[in-house]
């Protein structure tokens, strides 16, 4: 007797506590789309991802330094010496004493074609002295020079290949960010539709709990008048026990959730820690049209990590096109051209290089080439290796992204079946539980059977809330598959 006592005020506390931590919990009625964007604003791991194509952006603008004009300016004195020598005759010339001060300022810099260029001012005093005062004069010039590659070097180059190569870092990173975003929408509508299966999940527990505690009260009762053995009474204890024992585990699988969906919905979990989310949708099943030929283009067309691998292979191609450019020879034309002075006055000598009297140019060409080249070679052949195994990675993957989609039809299929299935289950298992529950009152059926039915009840009332459960996180993940996360929730995303 005191057993059914303590089994039942068991059961009747935890249900009053589950009521009292509901009601004392800040509700947050949320909706999946409103989960969504929730997520999208504030979820971590989409916040990380946020940051590198920002990055790679900067990357990207600093390649283009190597372009950047540098403006050069020099400043130096020099000093030497020259003894005096002996004559023939015996003798002794005097030292000369030199003393110099040059100064210059240029411009310099590479274009996109690779041309170099040096535009370039100078300016020098000397002084030369030799047993008696020093002589005075100044030396200016003013000129540029020019260089430019065309075979090596020419078409493609480190500057130009490092920014080719950033450029397509930078659309991979947008495509990673693309990823993250839809495999957290996709994580959040998994953990949404979980949520409300461990709502419902809970209920049909309290739904157990209260239906043993019945057959509980009402066996005892028969046992009273001698209708029942104490045997019976026994296993509704045990039943209400276990029922108990079930309707923990749903608590704590409902806590679980409603913990992880607000971990994919927010940065800071204390301010959802005393929340009770709770769903505003619920579990449907509408039933949708597959065809593996246009799911199959869809995931080629659209996955992330699909055009990620396209880019690598682009990437590969750069790679390559540059170290076969670099198996040429260098050969390069060149040129120069510019003015001179040199007078007594420093303004003199700059006049007469800035007036053209005194001109001077040259030009040529260069050739050179390493004998063998073998760095060049092998780094080409490994280029070469590198870019068939990108190709063979891409082909992986996309036959892999074949499979998965073919595998979430099938999936999706077999979980709308079970809707069916495991509905009629439950319409089955109360026609019988209601049967078994009129013969046992009848004295034509044991106490037994009724537990067991009870517990089949619960098992597929349960069962039938996973089946639509599935159903939808199928959908979800086949969407997934075909990288049409963003398409099926109507979410317009852009990278900024």
Known sequence: MRSIQLATASAIALLSALTVQAQSAKIRALSLDDCIQLAIQNNLDIRIEQKNPAIVRFNLEGSYGTYDPVLAAQFSRSFSMTPGTTLDNGLKTTSTQFYGINSSIGLRGTLPTGLSYSLTEN???????????????????LGF????????????????????????????????????????????????????????????????????????????????VGALAPLDEKQSEAEVAARRSDLL???????????????????????WADNTIEPKDSLKAVPEMFNRAESWDKALAKRPDLQQLRIDLERQDLTQKYRKNQLLPSLNAFGGYGHSGRDNSPWDSMNQSLDGSSPNYNWGMSLSMPLGNRTARTAFRASKEQR??????????????????????????????????????REFAE????????KLENGKSTSFIVLRLQRDLTSARSSEIRALSEYNKALNNLALKEGTVLERRKIDFSVK
């Open 249 to 271: 585990s749903a608590q704590q699988a409902l806590r679980r959730q409603q913990n992880l969906l607000a971990s994919l919905l927010g940065d800071n979990f204390r301010e």
């Open 388 to 425: 068939i195994q990108s190709e063979l990675v891409l082909q992986r993957a996309e036959q892999t992204a074949l499979i998965d989609v073919d595998n979430g039809i099938s999936t999706a299929k077999t979980a709308l079946e079970l809707i069916s299935s495991t509905r009629l289950a």
């Open 145 to 224: 020079t020019l260089s430019q590659p065309f075979l090596k070097d020419f078409l493609i180059d480190g500057p130009r290949l490092t920014i080719e190569l950033n450029k397509r870092s930078l659309r991979s990173s947008e495509s990673a960010l693309l990823n993250q975003v839809m495999s957290v929408i996709s994580r959040v509508e998994d953990a949404y539709y979980e949520l409300i299966y461990s709502r419902e999940n809970l209920k049909v527990q309290i739904q157990g709990v209260e239906l043993a505690e019945k057959s509980l009260s009402e066996n005892k009762k028969r046992v009273e």
């Open 431 to 438: 026609a019988a539980l209601d049967a078994e529950q009129k």
């Open 123 to 141: 300016l020098n005093r000397s002084d030369v002295a030799s047993g008696g005062p020093a002589s005075e004069s100044y030396g200016s010039s």
